[in-house]
């Protein structure tokens, strides 16, 4: 059952919601459901009717809430817009005087008295004899169509002026001549063509205009502003409200202090004197940090079951699962801290909660690659790729060393064997990816570099594959004592005859050297000035040249001219 609380809390979201019907109903409810009589429960369902322009049962609301607490200052804030709005301007003003008169500080009663004062004043003044004018009900819609004034009634803010000049014609005078534009429309209304007789008769008004509002002191141009009806006030806080705000204020301290069990009480008491979720949340907080995830987590459940109820902001509901997930994390269950940051951002997205998605991702993927490894298997994996692989079934075999590949990451054989089966398929480009791959994981196996040579080679990368093989010569020295060395040379040889290979057997030492510029790696040897240098010496001294071959950059470059034709040996 409903207590007068819940339908308090009911009638302020529907307050908020400008739904001031409902507001009206509920508050009702919540005076009815009260043990004792409420003056806030008055005052807020004055506040409702002033809303719908009920001024009579405002009026009603606004007596009773001073009834039954008279030195509320707030109450005769409540009286007087009621009192306003019935057109009791004199009987208005000496209730926000009085509110004024109980609590200085009072700004809406301050600014409903400034209201008050200047209507009456703007009343006491005549309207020029230009009020009839305006007391057309279609007025609007014939300035609309009307050609001179069509487009000028297209601005919200004249049409406003317009309609405020039909409720309080007093407002005229100065306004009228102020505004350019209301010239024009009482020329239309009066049935006067402004545009004839020349331009200075139609410059008149505005010198005009100008001296009157020169002439005028400020407080004169406020007082002739057009009067509206005061806005409705917000929901009165009551002592449990702000009650709840000192609590809370005080277990933030705590919190700061890194006493979490008080600051958690606090946040407790503040939540059972006032329902405001950021009680909850900060709770929720208090609780993470003294490890305390599981609660952590069932406080920010009811968090925001809570806020759906009371219409919490989105922003705050999305705070909610973002700390959810962050306890999760805590928890160590990535897809539950997954599953929560997304409800966080599907309700309000930020950098921060995006951030610590995108990283749980990678830390979840590579938690579930992490457990997966199995070295008996990845074992078992490699000897049915083999299998796979000696039957000439070559997808298979891929499938098998992939297998094997994320049982065993670490292990260089399980790339540099895809490698080979992707090769079957002529895969070359993901063929040279796999052997960087066993490459990296170790850098001393020489079968990667000869699958990866072989690839190059294929893709009529020659350049790079003689790289990769005098690199892999160096690597066999070094840990095999050159045991594939023929294969590594035979390879050298394919590359560099490959790479240079004569378009027909006929051609000329002319055509030779064209073909041959054509590579990068000759023509920046042929443009190098060293290069040049010795070059020119050899022609005069072959002798030379055998000196300088005895430095390795040189002798690299001297043999990839030999076999480019630039250099021709007898």
């Known amino acids: 059952m409903s207590t007068a609380e819940d339908f308090k809390k009911e009638g302020n979201n529907a307050f908020v919601a400008k739904d001031f019907q409902k507001a009206v109903e509920l508050f009702t409810k919540a005076i009815e459901a009260s043990t004792e009589p409420n003056h806030v429960l008055y005052s807020n369902r004055s506040a409702s009717h002033a809303s719908l322009k009920n001024f009579k049962e405002a009026l009603a609301d606004a007596e009773e809430c001073v009834k039954i607490n008279p030195s509320w200052s707030k109450g005769h804030n409540r009286l007087g817009a009621a009192l306003y709005g019935l057109g009791k301007y004199d009987e208005a003003e000496k209730s926000y005087q009085k509110a004024l008169d109980l609590d200085a500080s009072n700004k809406a009663a301050k600014d409903g008295l400034d209201q008050v004062r200047a209507t009456m004043?703007?009343?006491?003044?005549?309207?020029?004899?230009?009020?009839?004018?305006?007391?057309?009900?279609?007025?609007?819609?014939?300035?609309?169509?009307?050609?001179?004034?069509?487009?000028?009634?297209?601005?919200?803010?004249?049409?406003?002026?317009?309609?405020?000049?039909?409720?309080?014609?007093?407002?005229?005078?100065?306004?009228?001549?102020?505004?350019?534009?209301?010239?024009?429309?009482?020329?239309?209304?009066?049935?006067?063509?402004?545009?004839?007789?020349?331009?200075?008769?139609?410059?008149?008004?505005?010198?005009?205009?100008?001296?009157?509002?020169?002439?005028?002191?400020?407080?004169?141009?406020?007082?002739?502003?057009?009067?509206?009806?005061?806005?409705?006030?917000?929901?009165?806080?009551?002592?449990?409200?702000?009650?709840?705000?000192?609590?809370?204020?005080?277990?933030?301290?705590?919190?700061?202090?890194?006493?979490?069990?008080?600051?958690?009480?606090?946040?407790?008491?503040?939540?059972?004197?006032?329902?405001?979720?950021?009680?909850?949340?900060?709770?929720?907080?208090?609780?993470?940090?003294?490890?305390?995830?599981?609660?952590?987590?069932?406080?920010?459940?009811?968090?925001?079951?809570?806020?759906?109820?009371?219409?919490?902001?989105?922003?705050?509901?999305?705070?909610?699962?973002?700390?959810?997930?962050?306890?999760?994390?805590?928890?160590?269950?990535?897809?539950?801290?997954?599953?929560?940051?997304?409800?966080?951002?599907?309700?309000?997205?930020?950098?921060?909660?995006?951030?610590?998605?995108?990283?749980?991702?990678?830390?979840?993927?590579?938690?579930?690659?992490?457990?997966?490894?199995?070295?008996?298997?990845?074992?078992?994996?490699?000897?049915?790729?083999?299998?796979?692989?000696?039957?000439?079934?070559?997808?298979?075999?891929?499938?098998?060393?992939?297998?094997?590949?994320?049982?065993?990451?670490?292990?260089?054989?399980?790339?540099?064997?895809?490698?080979?089966?992707?090769?079957k398929l002529m895969s070359f480009p993901e063929a040279i990816k796999d052997c960087n791959q066993a490459i990296e994981k170790d850098p001393n196996f020489i079968r990667a570099y000869i699958r990866k040579a072989n690839a190059q080679i294929a893709v009529k990368e020659y350049s790079g594959a003689i790289e990769t093989l005098e690199t892999a010569r160096t690597k066999d020295a070094e840990t095999n004592n050159g045991a594939n060395a023929r294969e590594i040379d035979q390879l050298y040889f394919k590359a560099s005859q490959q790479r240079f290979k004569p378009a027909n057997a006929n051609e000329t030492p002319e055509e030779a050297y064209a073909r041959a510029m054509k590579d990068p790696e000759v023509a920046a040897i042929l443009q190098d000035p060293v290069m040049q240098s010795i070059l020119a010496q050899a022609q005069q001294n072959p002798a030379a040249l055998e000196e300088h071959m005895k430095n390795p950059a040189v002798f690299k470059k001297i043999q990839t001219l030999i076999a480019a034709g630039v250099i021709r040996t007898r």
């Open 121 to 423: 004043q703007q009343r006491s003044q005549p309207d020029l004899g230009l009020g009839s004018m305006f007391q057309d009900p279609n007025l609007i819609q014939k300035l609309k169509t009307n050609p001179k004034t069509a487009e000028m009634m297209k601005d919200p803010q004249l049409v406003s002026k317009v309609l405020q000049f039909q409720a309080n014609p007093q407002a005229m005078g100065t306004q009228l001549l102020q505004d350019p534009r209301m010239m024009t429309i009482m020329a239309v209304m009066l049935g006067v063509d402004l545009t004839m007789g020349g331009d200075e008769s139609s410059s008149a008004p505005k010198e005009a205009s100008s001296d009157k509002a020169q002439a005028a002191p400020e407080s004169s141009k406020k007082e002739s502003a057009p009067s509206k009806e005061p806005e409705p006030e917000p929901m009165e806080v009551d002592d449990d409200k702000r009650k709840a705000e000192e609590l809370k204020t005080e277990g933030n301290a705590l919190y700061k202090k890194r006493n979490f069990d008080e600051a958690i009480e606090k946040y407790d008491q503040a939540w059972n004197l006032h329902k405001d979720v950021t009680f909850l949340n900060n709770r929720a907080a208090a609780e993470y940090e003294k490890g305390d995830y599981e609660s952590a987590i069932k406080t920010l459940e009811k968090s925001i079951e809570e806020g759906r109820e009371l219409r919490t902001d989105y922003k705050i509901i999305a705070k909610s699962f973002s700390r959810m997930g962050a306890a999760y994390h805590k928890l160590g269950d990535c897809k539950k801290a997954i599953e929560y940051y997304e409800k966080s951002l599907t309700e309000h997205r930020t950098p921060d909660a995006l951030t610590k998605l995108r990283n749980l991702e990678k830390e979840l993927k590579k938690k579930e690659a992490e457990a997966y490894i199995d070295p008996e298997k990845a074992e078992e994996a490699r000897l049915q790729g083999k299998e796979y692989f000696s039957n000439s079934d070559w997808p298979n075999a891929v499938k098998a060393y992939t297998e094997m590949i994320k049982r065993a990451p670490h292990d260089a054989r399980g790339y540099s064997n895809r490698a080979a089966a992707l090769a």
